[in-house]
């Protein structure tokens, strides 16, 4: 799985998204949460994958645990259908408003993250949204949807940061979409910060372009040690 990026670099931030794929639901989930709560104080969460498999179960009882407010928690291809925009209504409807462009931009997103983005604006902390395993949702709309350069710059106005996890290796297409990537690999040790991580893309921490222990690379990103005990 392991494989130095050749062309890594750290892009301009006009966004915040990541990246987390590989193999193993409970490193990759693990790692999305410290990432989501090291970007943010709260973060929401929902799943792609089979509701019927035993995975979802693990998925679920994490983040309910570390997740706080309302999460829509399962969602399928619909809610991340592009939503078709009548400019012209819109504009009839909506003549004058201090948010015009910012709501016109919000309701071309899918109606999932219509429903995470906050409106009006709030000022204060933003917050993370956790989408885990995309890669059951049809290519198509990983294509057209999580690779959609609007899509990310619009969540980043809105101060929410989306952390997605992909099972497998994404297209590079869909890594070059988001501005932080991590690769993980389940060693199928006894404890799932045995997995092995490293930065494809995005982080300051060049050591991190080399792959080692979650343990470790938990402590060079910085994130919040509590979490490395799930019971």
């Known amino acids: 799985m392991y494989r130095p990026p050749p062309s890594y670099r750290v892009p301009d931030q006009e966004y915040e998204s990541i990246l987390v794929y590989g193999t193993g639901d409970l490193p990759m989930s693990m790692l999305a949460i410290g990432l989501a709560r090291n970007a943010h104080a709260q973060f929401t969460w929902a799943d792609c994958g089979d509701p019927r498999t035993p995975e979802r179960d693990l998925i679920r009882d994490l983040m309910r645990k570390y997740a706080s407010g309302r999460s829509p928690e399962s969602v399928d291809a619909t809610d ?41 604006p709030r000022e204060g902390d933003g917050h993370s949204f956790i989408l885990t395993r995309v890669d059951a949702l049809p290519e198509r709309l990983v294509r057209d949807t999580l690779q959609n350069r609007h899509l990310h710059q619009t969540l980043h106005r809105s101060r929410l940061t989306l952390v997605a996890t992909f099972r497998g290796d994404p297209s590079e297409a869909l890594q070059r979409a988001f501005y932080r990537v991590f690769g993980v690999e389940d060693t199928m040790g006894p404890e799932w910060t045995d997995a092995m991580v490293w930065a494809e893309r995005g982080t300051a921490e060049l050591d991190l372009l080399h792959s080692q222990s979650m343990k470790e690379a938990w402590t060079r990103i910085g994130l919040d040690r509590s979490l490395l005990t799930t019971d």
């Open 80 to 120: 991340l259908e592009s939503s078709r925009l009548h400019v012209e209504a819109f504009n009839a409807l909506i003549a004058s408003t201090n948010y015009r462009e910012f709501l016109l931009e919000l309701l071309r997103l899918p109606p999932l993250f219509q429903e995470m983005v906050p409106f009006p």
